[in-house]
């Protein structure tokens, strides 16, 4: 359980660090439709990942004996 604990927070960890890339590079981009649709697609990942990684998190540390 543990090692999906850790493979949890690499993936978010990783989707984090891709959507840094897709923020900065949308800089240089003059659609701005484009620029919004990327922008709302990205935080709904972001949003997703966050949601997910939360609850193998709960579980993992409540499997572990660590959270109640």
């Known amino acids: 359980i543990t090692d999906a604990g850790v493979a949890a927070e690499l993936v978010n960890t ?3 660090g891709a959507a840094y890339n897709v923020g900065i590079n949308l800089c240089d981009i003059d659609d701005a ?3 919004s ?3 709302t ?3 709904k990942l ?3 990942v966050q949601e ?3 609850a193998i998190r709960k579980n993992v540390l409540y499997a572990v004996r ?3």
């Open 52 to 54: 997910r990684t939360a």
């Open 33 to 35: 439709v484009f620029v």
């Open 14 to 16: 990783a989707v984090f």
């Open 41 to 43: 697609r990205t935080n």
């Open 37 to 39: 649709d990327v922008k």
């Open 66 to 68: 660590l959270k109640d």
């Open 46 to 48: 972001l949003d997703s």
